[in-house]
């Protein structure tokens, strides 16, 4: 065996050690192996499908462990040697990626069974009863930004330690803002749970959606230079073949793209003909949609004849100081970015060529802070089109609007705007109250953070417990 073979052994070792019991480099004698199988059940029966995978460790060889698949039946089987096995669910959480119900932390320690294997050929266990943890509920009544002080400090470092272990995130970054200036920022945990790194002030993170938010920024520069009208149909300057068989494309404008009212869906699958439909007429509703941002991407890329990053740079990175903002993946990204914890294991960030609008913003809470408190001092554009780009748009529903590449909403402190993002990996927000004059941004590593990252921490720092 070489050292590089050697190498990723180890790793593997240290990988599975972190969720109880290590890899077994050893093969298994299929000869005298017993067939094993079993079934899950949740004490909730209220809680939907079940964990992809059990784990199954040797209770006297700590060098052995293996899993095996469960189907959506809860059922699994697998063939093991002779011996006594610890089975449990691989991940201490389970949620479906579809969002349609709430993240469900498993108690690891009640959720295993002990498995004695003879010479019987075929063994069915009991009934593996998965048990859960409950959430910890410390959110204040009142938000605790408004009156920050030192204390203040301790109770937030607290409940985003603790919320980052009920969630299961290795890392994140956050930055507190008030009247126009840093209040507070600070790095949890690490990059990689194997490594054991820590996130730093500096450490990157992928921002997702929220690049929306700075391309649109860019795009109100180039709008009142003249370069963009917003109401100009965007097929006079660039067609995109793949609506141009809908006569409706012809209604399609930049401000419709901003506001999300192309009819596009979000990302398009195409035919065997290279085409896709319009779900509804430009301009009659809401519909949200990364393809629209790329295709007005093109459109300018092709009015000024510069590739994106040339606009970036020349109309958001240099007029604002914006060096930590990466719209692809340099070396910087590389040497410096978090890795994220992708359904239990670690996993780089994505290598990503060229700038992608609608979501390839790399960056961190410290620096996105540059942009945000430029934002609340209307730096590098008129008030006027400022205004503009604030206005309200469009309504999806009750207290939530959208203008142009950027989220308006109210709740009961006042009225918010900003944007979120959700990557395969990443979740991040960031939330300013004008009228208060306070707000947040905030990173995290793992996509099971995205109920701390979206809901409860707005609750903690601005709202207090929402009923």
Request: aromatic share 12%; with cysteine.
């Amino acid at each position: 065996m070489n050292p590089s073979h050697i190498r990723f052994l180890k790793v593997l070792i240290i990988l599975l050690g972190l969720h109880g019991c290590i890899i077994s480099v050893q093969s298994q004698n299929v000869v005298d192996s017993i067939t094993l199988s079993g079934t899950l059940q949740w004490r909730d029966t209220s809680i939907k499908k079940f964990p992809k995978e059990v784990k199954i460790c040797s209770a006297y060889d700590p060098t052995f462990v293996t899993s095996t698949h469960v189907d959506s039946l809860g059922n699994y089987t697998t063939q093991l040697p002779k011996g006594t096995y610890l089975i449990s669910p691989s991940l201490k959480y389970h949620f479906q990626r579809n969002w349609d119900q709430s993240f469900v932390r498993i108690d690891d320690q009640k959720s295993r069974l002990i498995v004695p294997l003879d010479r019987t050929s075929e063994v069915k266990t009991p009934v593996l009863l998965l048990d859960t943890l409950g959430f910890v509920n410390t959110i204040p009544d009142q938000g605790i930004l408004t009156h920050f002080n030192n204390n203040s400090i301790s109770l937030l470092d607290e409940f985003i330690t603790q919320q980052l272990d009920y969630y299961q995130v290795p890392g994140a970054s956050i930055a507190l803002l008030k009247k126009g200036k840093v209040l507070y920022v600070k790095s949890y945990g690490v990059k990689n749970p194997i490594t054991q790194e820590a996130i730093t002030d500096s450490t990157l993170f992928e921002a997702g959606s929220i690049t929306k938010l700075a391309f649109s920024y860019a795009v109100m520069r180039l709008v009142e230079k003249g370069v963009i009208d917003l109401d100009r149909p965007l097929y006079k300057d660039l067609v995109f073949d793949a609506v141009a068989h809908d006569e409706r494309h012809k209604l399609i404008t930049a401000r419709y793209v901003l506001s999300h009212q192309t009819g596009f869906p979000n990302w398009a699958k195409k035919d065997e003909n290279g085409q896709f439909d319009l779900l509804f007429t430009p301009g009659s509703k809401y519909g949200y949609s990364g393809e629209g941002f790329e295709y007005l991407k093109r459109v300018i890329e092709h009015i000024t004849k510069k590739n994106i990053q040339t606009i970036l740079e020349e109309e958001l990175i240099t007029p604002l100081g914006l060096n930590n903002f990466h719209f692809y993946t340099t070396n910087k990204v590389i040497d410096n970015a978090t890795d994220s914890f992708y359904r239990g294991s670690p996993t780089k960030i994505r290598h990503i060529k060229e700038p992608m609008v609608a979501y390839s913003l790399v960056t961190n809470a410290k620096d996105f802070t540059t942009f945000a408190i430029a934002l609340r001092n209307k730096k590098g554009l008129k008030s006027k089109t400022y205004d503009q780009w604030h206005k309200e748009q469009v309504v999806v529903e009750d207290g939530i609007s959208w203008g142009l590449g950027l989220a308006l909403r109210e709740d009961k402190a006042g009225k918010f705007y900003g944007h979120s993002g959700v990557t395969r990996d990443f979740v991040s927000n960031f939330r300013y109250y004008p009228d208060l004059d306070i707000g947040f941004v905030f990173f995290t590593n793992n996509i099971t953070g995205g109920w701390l990252t979206i809901d409860l921490l707005h609750q903690f720092l601005i709202t207090g417990i929402e009923n």
